[in-house]
């Protein structure tokens, strides 16, 4: 079974509209990286967090991590086609180390104008 | 900057051939991995190094070889390729005392 989630795995919003990606798991995210990737390219680091109940944000995306830390949420506010593109989730689910990620399956993300 | 350079970009090769995937890190951090993407697998660790002269294993080493000789370069290779191995890699770096963990823009590989 997958160790982490992410949901939906696809989604198709119109532009201007709000909209939430989720990454949940059964064991402890002592580190969680949210990644973009466009078709064909390398992976963007968007956030990283670490404490429960933290929350960080750029531009028009923020980022949580719950207080259990065990699931985080990505929610992009009023989206525009430049937010296109594959969102991943990566974790530290051993502690310590911060550098062997676990990742999500992915949330490929079509903004339609 | 140049960040985390991988080549090739893109590479076909004949079922038993062999290759190296190289990766060249110019911000001098310790840690260095290859993952690969498959389509419904998200992305997996193959092989990491956290310092020169030091590797291991990742989730998926089976059929990769690495090597660590200097902070900045870490290969992967390929000794005897299969359709299986056909993917797309990525390099990975991190500084020990840092969050940010940057990764190349991929290398292409098709086994036929």
């Known amino acids: 079974s997958q160790e982490l989630e992410q949901s939906p795995q696809s989604l198709i919003v119109q532009e201007g509209k709000n909209l939430t990606i989720n990454c949940t798991s059964s064991k402890t995210l002592y580190g969680l990286y949210w990644y973009k990737q466009k078709y064909g390219e390398g992976l963007i680091f968007l956030m990283m967090?670490?404490?429960?109940?933290e929350e960080k944000s750029h531009e028009k995306i923020t980022a949580k991590l719950d207080e259990k830390k065990q699931q985080s949420s990505l929610h992009i506010t009023a989206s525009q086609p430049s937010h296109a593109g594959i969102y991943l989730c990566g974790a530290d689910m051993i502690g310590g180390s911060n550098y062997k990620l676990t990742f999500g399956k992915g949330t490929l993300l079509t903004v339609n104008p | 900057n140049a960040g985390v350079t991988q080549t090739p970009k893109f590479q076909v090769l004949k079922t038993g051939q062999s290759m190296t995937l190289q990766c060249a890190q110019d911000?001098?951090?310790?840690?260095m991995s290859w993952y690969r993407q498959d389509p419904g697998m998200g992305l997996r660790l193959i092989h990491y190094s956290v310092g020169a002269g030091i590797t291991d294993q990742g989730e998926v080493p089976n059929g990769y070889n690495v090597s660590r000789s200097t902070t900045e370069d870490f290969p992967l290779r390929l000794l005897s390729a299969a359709p299986s191995q056909t993917s797309v890699y990525f390099c990975?770096?991190?500084?020990?005392?840092?969050?940010?963990?940057?990764f190349g823009e991929g290398s292409w590989l098709t086994v036929v």
């Open positions: 990975a770096s991190k500084q020990f005392s840092g969050n940010t963990i940057y």
């Open positions: 967090l670490q404490k429960g109940g």
């Open positions: 911000m001098n951090h310790e840690y």
